[in-house]
């Protein structure tokens, strides 16, 4: 697996420090509110498990599953909402986590399914941001990661369902994507 990777674009170490200073901003923000992460799944689960525990105030959770990209390294526009959340967020402050920004389309739905259902607000919070390739005028609340129009893997990201377990976000050899047909 290390040897596909063609170049490391965020380090482990700065992802730590970015989930240390949101955590911190959530804390303060939230403070005395009832607040929900709903991380998005498959890729949102390592963020979120790293960015809930800097969180110092109490937090509720859970998942949403949406359609991902299969094996193509393009976006179809196309959001599918494989598994709801299961708890109330009625007067709730909702908080979406998200491992990467790209098109917005994903992020959009969500934010605009999440707040039919009476929540005190939703907002949006990913590790990493690619601005050039946004579809949608959609804001991310928190800090992300800026990155270049490169498809990335890892820190929970996948390529045809792997990578997603690499410590860094990492660029893959064109070799992998050959191989693939
Ligand atoms: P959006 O709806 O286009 O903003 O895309 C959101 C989702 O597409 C992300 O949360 C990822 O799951 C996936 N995605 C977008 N770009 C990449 C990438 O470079 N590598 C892996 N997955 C990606």
């Known amino acids: ?94 908080l979406i986590v998200e491992d990467l920004v790209d098109t917005g389309l994903t992020l959009r739905h969500l934010k605009e399914l999440l707040s039919t259902r009476n929540p005190a607000s939703v907002k949006l919070c990913t590790a990493l941001d690619k601005p050039s390739r946004r579809k949608v005028d959609i804001e991310v609340d928190y800090e992300a990661i800026v990155i270049p129009d490169k498809f990335v893997v890892g820190y929970g990201l996948d390529y045809a369902g792997l990578y997603r377990n690499l410590p860094d976000v990492c660029t893959l050899s064109p070799r992998v994507y050959a191989n693939k047909g």
Request: glycine share 8%; net charge negative; no cysteine.
């Open 1 to 94: 697996m290390l040897n596909d990777i063609e170049e490391v674009l965020v380090t482990r170490e700065e992802l730590q420090q970015l989930a240390k200073r949101v955590g911190k901003q959530i804390s303060e923000d939230y403070r005395g509110k009832d607040l929900v992460l709903v991380g998005v799944l498959k890729g949102g689960f390592v963020y979120l498990a790293d960015l809930m525990r800097e969180i110092t105030i109490p937090v509720d959770m859970d998942f949403i599953s949406v359609s991902s990209y299969g094996a193509s390294t393009s976006s179809s526009g196309v959001v599918r909402i494989i598994k709801d959340i299961d708890i109330d967020i009625t007067g709730k402050h909702v």
